[in-house]
């Protein structure tokens, strides 16, 4: 008896997402996110622009040298938290450094 009951399942789930291929239309999915896609196009293209760039080079220099003089005299806290702000920084240069690695121009042999 359950045999038949997970293929009636299997047969139902079938039909649904053959019927959604074909009506994607009534498959109730829209755009609805478009009103948020501007202000976080702002954001990115702020912390991925020139200023973001300079500002996370920057926040990594910083946090080396503050890590390479200091590193006796820290606290365990205050290495966490260099390493959070230098992490932030490397996550907003990434960008950067991935589209100079992959940005190919011209014959690749």
């Given at each position: 008896m359950?045999?038949?009951?997970?293929?009636?399942?299997w047969?139902?789930?079938a039909?649904l997402?053959?019927?959604?291929?074909m009506?994607p239309?009534?498959a109730l999915?829209?755009g609805g996110?478009?009103?948020?896609?501007?202000?976080?196009?702002k954001?990115?293209?702020t912390i991925t622009?020139?200023?973001?760039?300079?500002?996370?080079?920057?926040?990594?220099a910083?946090?080396?040298?503050?890590?390479?003089?200091n590193?006796?005299?820290m606290g365990e806290?205050?290495k966490?938290?260099l390493?959070?702000?230098f992490g932030?920084?490397?996550i907003?240069?990434?960008?950067t450094?991935?589209t100079a690695?992959?940005?190919f121009s011209?014959?690749?042999?």
């Amino acid at each position: 008896m359950k045999t038949k009951t997970n293929q009636h399942l299997w047969l139902s789930l079938a039909i649904l997402v053959v019927l959604a291929a074909m009506l994607p239309e009534h498959a109730l999915a829209s755009g609805g996110l478009d009103e948020f896609a501007g202000p976080f196009e702002k954001v990115v293209n702020t912390i991925t622009g020139k200023w973001g760039q300079l500002i996370s080079v920057a926040g990594m220099a910083v946090c080396g040298v503050v890590f390479i003089f200091n590193r006796q005299d820290m606290g365990e806290g205050f290495k966490m938290l260099l390493q959070v702000v230098f992490g932030i920084c490397f996550i907003a240069f990434a960008s950067t450094i991935v589209t100079a690695m992959f940005s190919f121009s011209g014959a690749v042999i």
